[in-house]
């Protein structure tokens, strides 16, 4: 009986947990003034956690998890906005449909003249 009850009071908590994996399959990269993107294949792996309805994304820098901001969740699309260290944005766009990525970070530097587009792309796996 002891086992059930702690089950018990564990279950919230795991159900307020989840984790969405991630499969990065490209990444396309424009510099400069022009719109002229370089792309390359990839095969990587990351992570999105889900805590208590916040996502958070790994710093690689720091090694810790980093709020995201949930600007739009309906039944077809969520987009999260990562904080960012730098003059731009960056935006997770998860299809939902088809469990299909878009990562988009965009950076302009003042002093160069110059801004730098990545767009990553690839499936949620899990």
Not at 32 to 59: A, W
Not at 66 to 79: A, G, R, S, T, Y
Not at 99 to 113: E, G, I, M, P, S
Request: charge should be positive.
């Amino acid at each position: 009986m002891r086992k059930i009850i702690i089950v018990f009071l564990f279950f919230p908590i795991i159900a307020l947990a989840q984790d969405m994996r991630f499969k990065l399959e490209e990444r396309c990269v424009s510099t400069g003034q022009m719109m002229q993107f370089k792309c390359q294949k990839f095969d990587l792996e990351f992570t999105i956690k889900q805590r208590q309805g916040n996502y958070f994304s790994l710093n690689t820098r720091s090694g810790f998890d980093e709020e995201m901001k949930v600007l739009h969740d309906d039944k077809e699309i969520l987009l999260l906005k990562e904080l960012v260290r730098y003059p731009g944005t960056s935006t997770l766009h998860i299809t939902k449909r088809d469990n299909r990525f878009y990562w988009v970070q965009v950076a302009h530097l003042d002093a160069l003249k110059a801004r730098e587009i990545t767009i990553e792309s690839g499936i949620r796996v899990r």
